[in-house]
């Protein structure tokens, strides 16, 4: 049961290119946002679409694979956990960033896009 700890499973899509950079200890690094959606009905009975946006991070040989594959509207599952961190900007505001980290990915969608 450990593993269920901080594990997170998605299937959505891409909604951009990936951002692909090198870090300086060399890896690369790929970021990328991911639409998820559901559809219900609400009390009225009118269908309702929901999405939800994540981030999504991806390092080392899972950012090749995004960068080699993947391209906006790109439809994949990812495994990974949540990570949260901040930042200061220059006017002094923190900011908050909730993050998927990848460590398995997996096209399901249509390849040739």
Known sequence: MNNLRNSVRLIGNLGMNPEVKEASNHKKLAKFSLATSESYKNNDGEQVKDTTWHNVVAWGNQARIV???LKKGSEVAIEGKITNRNYTEKD????Y???IM???IL??????N
């Open 97 to 99: 960033i909730t993050e």
């Open 102 to 104: 990848v460590s398995e």
């Open 107 to 112: 096209m399901v969608g249509n390849t040739k």
């Open 92 to 95: 002094g505001v923190k900011r």
């Open 67 to 69: 960068e080699m594959y």
